[in-house]
């Protein structure tokens, strides 16, 4: 992954699922999850060294955020959002 790109992917991800642009996030995405510490944990410098094979995932508005341990990122509704929408068909 390039480094610096895991939070613009992210905003990106997120603004296409809510419909929005991803400058005007709110809250900032920043507010939500410290994408420094997981751009660290997916990306380590050269002299670290990881064994993280994981996923990461947070929540952010109405949707579940996962990223996994290749920096590959999905957005998906919360539990409870897709069990309410489930519930109305």
């Known amino acids: 992954m390039e480094s610096g790109r895991l939070d613009v992917e992210l905003a990106q ?3 296409d699922h809510e419909g929005v642009d991803a400058a005007t996030l709110d809250p900032p995405l920043h507010d ?3 994408v420094d ?3 660290a944990l997916l990306s380590p410098h050269s002299h670290e060294r990881t064994d993280f094979t994981g ?3 947070f ?3 109405e949707c579940t955020i996962t990223v ?3 920096g590959a990122v999905s957005v998906r509704p919360t539990l409870e959002d897709a069990e309410a929408e489930l519930a109305t068909m």
């Open 59 to 61: 929540e952010y508005g």
């Open 13 to 15: 991800r997120i603004a």
């Open 32 to 34: 939500v999850v410290d």
């Open 68 to 70: 996994d341990h290749t």
């Open 55 to 57: 996923t990461v995932s």
């Open 37 to 39: 510490a997981l751009e």
